[in-house]
T-cell receptor, first 114, second 113 residues
Framework: DSGVTQTPKHLITATGQRVTLRCSPR?????VYWYQQSLDQGLQFLIQYYNGEERAKGNILERFSAQQFPDLHSELNLSSLELGDSALYFC?????????????FGPGTRLTVT | AQSVAQPEDQVNVAEGNPLTVKCTYSVSGNPYLFWYVQYPNRGLQFLLKYITGDNLVKGSYGFEAEFNKSQTSFHLKKPSALVSDSALYFCAVAGFGNEKLTFGTGTRLTIIP
């Protein structure tokens, strides 16, 4: 158990809908990262927050947004969902903002868009 | 742009034999290098990292990795493979001052009893 929690574990929804994925980092960790894992594109970095502020952005679509709250938990919002958004979404956390810190991954949320 | 190559999609090793999972990288400046392992239906688990210092890095579960700057490689090794080592292994790189971690495509390691 990494100490990172993600809810829900599974999510099935229809095209065009909006969903929210939630992540709680390990105790004491200030950074939260979001990743998308799919068979065709592998593990893709989406976005990083550090102590409430956006720190780095990766291949995140405009339909997706995220935020980190004062208690350091984070939410990833996916809207206008398409079939291609079906994937595993992982949250990870680390102690600091630098990429030199190892990241600890949650168990993931499996999103299925029908 | 930074990148990671894991040239082997699949590696099969007999139990008890040494194993190597290959990784090469490209990044501006000094690299931060990581290995992660993913078991079925689980998140990634951190194994080890190289930031600076000794080129041979020891990590969890008896794994180690050797940083080779001239060959831009960071191969994962273990002297004696266990069946429980069977999993998907990811190499990742970031550059100093670049907060994004770039992952390779993964290598599926199968240890044959």
């Amino acid at each position: 158990d990494s100490g990172v929690t993600q809810t829900p574990k599974h999510l099935i929804t229809a095209t065009g809908q909006r969903v929210t994925l939630r992540c709680s980092p390990r105790s004491g960790d200030l950074s939260v990262y979001w990743y998308q894992q799919s068979l065709d594109q592998g593990l893709q970095f989406l976005i990083q927050y550090y102590n409430g502020e956006e720190r780095a952005k990766g291949n995140i679509l405009e339909r997706f947004s995220a935020q980190q709250f004062p208690d350091l938990h984070s939410e990833l919002n996916l809207s206008s969902l398409e079939l291609g958004d079906s994937a595993l979404y992982f949250c990870a956390s680390s102690r600091g903002g630098s990429s030199s810190y190892e990241q600890y991954f949650g168990p993931g949320t499996r999103l299925t868009v029908t | 742009a930074q990148s990671v190559a894991q040239p082997e999609d699949q590696v099969n090793v007999a139990e008890g034999n040494p194993l190597t999972v290959k990784c090469t990288y490209s990044v501006s400046g000094n690299p931060y290098l990581f290995w992660y392992v993913q078991y079925p239906n689980r998140g990634l688990q951190f194994l080890l990292k190289y930031i600076t210092g000794d080129n041979l890095v020891k990590g969890s579960y008896g794994f180690e990795a050797e940083f080779n700057k001239s060959q831009t490689s960071f191969h994962l090794k273990k002297p004696s493979a266990l069946v429980s080592d069977s999993a998907l292994y990811f190499c990742a790189v970031a550059g100093f001052g670049n907060e994004k971690l770039t992952f390779g495509t993964g290598t599926r390691l199968t240890i044959i009893p």
